[in-house]
């Protein structure tokens, strides 16, 4: 059993984020200085996969070129001497194997999985939505991979718990707790509820390990929430068909699909750098004072 390949869909267009996303891919937006796709694919790479397949639409081949090498600007950096940046930007270009697929019309997340389906094979894959980026010395994936193998490559669900007023935003799954473990055996999970009639609070970033079998349930799902087709819907389906899992991972996790998200894990990051952190406590400090603002 191997867990070697990874669906990122990155069709969306990114409207939060607009103007940027006019010209650009969202997922090029970068946190300081490092695209946000960055994170989300090396955190695929340290979690051992091999092949990412995106799932793109027009305007997003800024994406794929970021994963490629850049002969060009290595000559250009080779020349000038600037070892340091010509290394950086060759591992960039080298890092993964990438394989894209259109999905050429937006009909949900269950439509773009289902996009991915030729280039599967027959052993479980990862999926990662790029809007959130995860933290952690294990990362996310590796995580829900290892709590796949322990349960002989059945699909797993990455799972955090969030406050009853968040979860309609998210995948929601219901489960029962396997005793002495962080993981669930999942029961149903139903997209983006009202928290009236939340089965739980325990929700889905986007963090995934799904099994060839999915593809089928996706074929046959109709139009869920936001009249999309869902991949929560298909992942409801496979929990009466099998045994489904959720994992709640370990790790720090940016929402960097909005924008408070997104000034969060900028301000987070930063923070954590040795090289920038103490110059963004002092640009906190004088601009709390500049505003007025005292904690
Ligand atoms: C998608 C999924 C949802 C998941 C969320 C995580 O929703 O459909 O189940 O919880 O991503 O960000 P979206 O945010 O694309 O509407």
Known sequence: MKIKKAIIPIAGKGTRFLPATKQMPKEIIPIINIPMIHHVVLEAVESGIEEIVFVTASGK????????RNYELEHFLETRGKTKE???IQKIGSMVSVVSVRQKQQLGLGHAVLMAESMMGDQPFAVLLGDDIVKNPIPCTRQLIETSLKYAGAPVIGVMNVSPEEVHRY????????????????ESMVEKPKKEVSPSTLVTPGRYILTPDIFDLLKNIPRGAGNEYQL????NLLCKNR???AHQFQGERYDTGNIMGYLDATIDFALRDSETK????????????DH????
């Open 243 to 245: 045994k489904v899992y």
């Open 171 to 186: 995948g929601v799954v219901k489960g029962s707790a396997i005793e002495g473990t962080k993981t669930l055996v999942m």
């Open 86 to 88: 010509l290394e950086l």
């Open 278 to 289: 103490d110059g963004m406590v002092e640009i906190i400090r004088k601009r709390f004072k």
């Open 61 to 68: 081949f800024s994406v794929e070129d970021y994963f490629d």
């Open 232 to 235: 929560t819907d298909a992942i």
């Open 292 to 295: 007025g603002v005292s904690l």
